[in-house]
């Protein structure tokens, strides 16, 4: 795929800001539906990945759902247009508020991470007169191998229902008259590149059901999260995931009941190769071994480098002179302002354009004012 990036327009505008690749975002949606159809399954997207207007656009017209994790998110999604019945709520430590919200939406379903939290839940529908349908996020022990910032599946973190605990969970919810147990959840971890990581939950997960099926209980829908990674170090060889290889793994390995659903909660592979975070080169300063690219972008509009060392790849949009070594660092008062370390770019100088690339998940919704700086602005490939 040839570099996307409409420079001369580029330069017009001032730095820094997300660029949206609205082609390629609509190109990825597509293999998405027909990958996850072909199957029967129902895709929702992990809005926490990116709230963008725009981009929400695009993803409803694709008839995917929404999984949110805050009432922010919730009341988002259902401004945006999304229905209710298309709304899962997520999440280890709900607000009475935000459940409150979600139960007088009618939003589709709750993913429940504790007992107390499904009393508060019973206590409330009961208060409205309502029987709410949730779904037992279950902690499946499985290992994501990926940082452990972004791990969730293990017993050691802090998220779902233990599998020791779970006949104590379902023998309360038995009690509570205004719960239905719809389904199970499991989410663990993100930026997963290695499929078989998805195998290793399939049989977990089939275990796990077979011991609800063995107390005659019979969920309607298993979610399987989400969590597929994408390629940061070559966006234009592999711009979309590799989705026919991901839903066939759990085509092939997880045991579906006559009548059940599968669902997953995708975020960062649906958006992150449409995004990229454009900046201006502002000084060229020599160190005593290192030369650093200053650039007007900083941790604040994209913290991932900061945050999980992670990697994103920077590429100089304005300049073709022979490879020099630079740190690529932001302005703000932070060591760990930096984007990358020795990188091998073009001959750089003030004014150059650098795109930092795969930002389109977790970057402007991860956006801070630290410093007192502006949120980063977004422009889009079909309107700039
Ligand atoms: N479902 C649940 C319950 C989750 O916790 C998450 C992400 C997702 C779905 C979506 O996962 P995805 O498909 O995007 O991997 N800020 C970090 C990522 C945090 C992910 C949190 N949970 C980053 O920038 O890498």
Redesign the pocket.
Known sequence: MNNPFPLEKLQKIQTPFYYYDMGLLEQTLNVVKTESQKYGFVV?Y?I??NANLRLLEAIRSFGFGV?C?SGYEVKKALESGFKPSGIVF??VGKSDWEIELGIENDISCF?VESVPELEVINEIAASKNKTISVAL?INPNVNAHT?H??T?GLEENK?GIYQWDLERVTNAIKEMKNIRLEGL?F?I????TDLDTFKDLCIRVNEIQDWFISQQLFPRIINV?????IDYYQPDTNPIPDFAGYFKMFKTFLKVLPNQEVHF??????V?QSGSLITKVLYIKEGVQTKFAIVDAGMTDL??PA??Q?YHKIENLSSVAPEEKYDVVGPICESSDCFGKALFLPKSARGDFFAIRSAG???EI?ASQYNLRELPKAYYSDSI
């Open positions: 929702h992990a926490k990945a999984d994790v997520a999440g993913n996020r940082h910032y972004i969730t998220f959840h989410h971890g993100s930026q997963i999260g989400g969590g597929l990674g909660e995708l975020g960062r592979s649906l992150a913290i991932r945050l999980y992670a998940a977790y970057g991860m």
